[in-house]
């Protein structure tokens, strides 16, 4: 079986168990939300405030909620499913790299759901150009996907595994978050995002090779 | 056992003579007597990411060898970077409300990215704490050491690719960007913080295999309960 097809397979049970479950659409979807809300309450009463930290809390609430669609408990395979796919020759980076891959589509949809909420709450001033963030979006969630994914292998089977995991992708995804901050930045002021996007790419790259060269060593962790 | 007191000794005297050396250089023009702390800060910076270059190495060598000699260099020479990095954003802060006026500037990216290295590290000393199984937490700390380390050159070139407060880097190819004397007590330190480096690492390396070895007594040895056994159960009782 090709490493194209392995991925594609990996990838389709992935987003069918998360569609069955529902737990990234129905619950970190929703708990995002909530946090989108919760934070102007615990601010002052200050609309031009709120207009300037909107686009910020939208990264800081995918990077920080995001993360847990990563660590959906749906995409945890159990040893029995882990054991059956190393006897069936599944490549550990073709499982790595259609995991990746739902959880950067699920993570999409958390953004595609997250940045209207934020508009409409804190009605940030109107960005000349905006369409040119949506590669930054893409970019962010597939970088966040494979942070996620990493760590949640990292951590697989250990007792403290829910408070670890974040602890691992929080500042791992950094270099993800402060280019795609700035880039909104960049557009406001009408300096290009080139250097944020491409930024960005090379981050997405890295991390691509770092988790297609570590999916078989840590498949042997599990 | 020799070779780490020899190295402890010699940095030792490296110290001495070098932090002696930033106490009596002349104060700089502009930032006065704060520009003495170049003197730990640099060398400690430096150190920070050497030890975290060095764990993503061992951490190869132990994926490669599965020698477990390799696995507590790793472990020490992150635990050993953490404590340099913490050192090297304390001096930072200190210096800064000195020079800048503020301890912490939230739109510097050398310091933003050096405290999230900082962070991932500390998060790879916890994940070792929370494997237990000696294999398994070399197997994983090994792959977090290596992605860790991807954060490494972003630290290193931030102050290239984003224009903050943070000053580029002090040493260059067409030269240094301070006064002679400066340069050499940074200098002499930076040698003796890199010796003290190799002698803590030995030395902690050490401690973690005797660690290791005792844990592995500990296990064998019976629990407490272990001498009771239930009574078997006889067929139709």
Redesign the interface.
């Known amino acids: 079986m090709t490493f194209r097809r392995q991925v594609m397979i990996i990838l389709r049970r992935d987003l069918r168990i998360e569609g069955r479950s529902g737990e990234a659409i129905f619950v970190t979807v929703p708990f995002g939300l909530v946090a989108l809300f919760l934070i102007p309450l615990a601010l002052p009463l200050d609309i031009e405030l709120l207009a300037r930290i909107g686009p910020g809390m939208f990264w800081s609430v995918t990077l920080l909620f995001g993360m847990f669609i990563t660590f959906r408990q749906s995409a945890a395979e159990s040893s029995s499913q882990q054991e059956q796919l190393r006897m069936l020759g599944v490549d550990p980076a073709a499982r790595f790299v259609g995991r990746a891959i739902a959880s950067a589509l699920l993570l999409l949809i958390f953004e595609l759901i997250l940045a209207p909420t934020m508009v409409v709450l804190y009605a940030p001033a109107a960005i000349p150009g905006w369409p040119a963030i949506i590669p930054l979006a893409l970019l962010a969630a597939v970088g966040l996907a494979m942070i996620g994914t990493?760590a949640a292998?990292?951590?697989a089977s250990?007792?403290?595994?829910s408070a670890?995991a974040p602890?691992?992708v929080?500042?791992?995804s950094?270099?993800l978050l402060?280019p795609a901050a700035q880039g909104l930045e960049s557009l406001r002021t009408k300096n290009g995002i080139m250097v944020p996007t491409m930024?960005m790419v090379a981050?997405v790259l890295?991390?691509a090779v770092?988790g297609v060269?570590?999916a078989q060593?840590?498949e042997?962790?599990t | 056992m020799k070779l780490r007191y020899a190295l402890l000794g010699l940095a030792t005297i490296g110290m001495v003579f070098g932090l002696s050396l930033a106490a009596r250089m002349p104060s700089d023009a502009v930032q006065g007597n704060s520009a003495r702390i170049i003197g730990i800060h640099v060398p400690a910076a430096w150190l920070g990411f050497l030890a975290f270059g060095l764990t993503a190495l061992f951490g190869i060598g132990w994926?490669v060898t599965k020698r477990p000699k390799m696995d507590y260099l790793a472990a020490s020479s992150a635990e050993i970077g953490v404590l340099f990095t913490g050192l090297a954003l304390v001096t930072g802060m200190i210096w800064g409300k000195a020079t800048w006026g503020i301890a912490w500037d939230w739109g510097d990216?050398r310091l933003?990215?050096t405290a999230?290295?900082f962070?991932?590290y500390?998060?790879y000393l916890?994940?070792r704490r929370?494997?237990t199984d000696p294999v398994?937490r070399a197997?994983?700390s090994?792959?977090?050491g290596?992605?860790?380390a991807?954060?490494i050159p972003?630290v290193y070139f931030s102050v290239n690719?984003w224009r903050t407060l943070h000053q580029t880097q002090s040493i260059r190819p067409d030269g240094a960007s301070m006064p002679t004397e400066t340069l050499l007590a940074m200098l002499i330190n930076l040698a003796a913080f890199t010796i003290l480096f190799a002698g803590l690492l030995i030395w902690r390396a050490d401690q973690l295999r005797i660690e290791e070895a005792r844990l592995a007594e500990t296990v064998l040895a019976p629990n407490a309960g272990s001498a009771v056994i239930p009574p078997k159960l006889q067929p139709g009782s």
């Open positions: 990493l292998d990292i951590t250990l007792r403290s595994r670890l602890l691992l929080a500042p791992l950094v270099p402060v930024f981050v890295a991390l770092a060269v570590t060593p840590l042997e962790t | 994926l990216a933003a990215s999230m290295m962070f991932v500390l998060g916890a994940l929370a494997a398994q197997r994983r090994a792959v977090l290596i992605v860790g991807l954060q972003l690719i």
